[in-house]
């Protein structure tokens, strides 16, 4: 019995950072006008939803993306960025011709996350492709 309470209680202690994390940083919420690769994965164009799933802030390094019937889902690793404060929302992509790859996003304030370019990005720009920057303006949720 004592070992089943000590169990629940270091459950209960590990599952409180990540229920905090994900209540303390709003989802960005933003409509794509195009598919794109995140974490390696084609996410259909629509609207999409880009939840931080892990760490204590915004810059922290897991989150997810989803269109809205959850059928593209993907996971990711970003590095926290900075940009000029008082700025709205917004999710950059790089994109190589019809090729777009989730670079950024940005919550509102300071702070935003930068994810690194996949294996499929790096290729194109060692061929020498120059990516077209797209920042789209996003909610939070």
């Known amino acids: 019995m004592q070992t089943r309470v000590m169990a629940l209680t270091l459950a209960a202690l590990l599952a409180a950072p990540l229920v905090m994390a994900q209540t303390s940083v709003p989802k960005v919420r933003a ?3 195009f598919a794109f690769t995140a974490g390696g994965k084609t996410i259909p164009a629509g609207e999409c939803t880009f939840s931080h799933l892990y760490g204590t802030g915004a810059g922290s390094p897991l989150w997810m993306v989803e269109d809205q019937e959850g059928r593209g ?3 990711f690793i970003t590095q926290a960025a900075y ?3 008082n700025t709205r929302p917004s999710v950059v992509f790089n994109c190589y011709g019809s090729r ?3 670079s950024s996003i940005w919550s509102s304030g300071e702070f935003g996350v930068y994810i690194p370019p996949t ?8 061929a020498g492709v120059k990516p077209e920057q797209t920042v789209l303006f996003a909610q939070l949720r």
Not at 119 to 126: C, G, H, I, S, T
């Open 83 to 85: 940009k000029q404060p």
């Open 100 to 102: 777009c790859f989730l």
């Open 73 to 75: 889902q993907s996971f």
């Open 119 to 126: 294996k499929a990005e790096r290729n194109l720009m060692v």
């Open 31 to 33: 409509t794509i006008p």
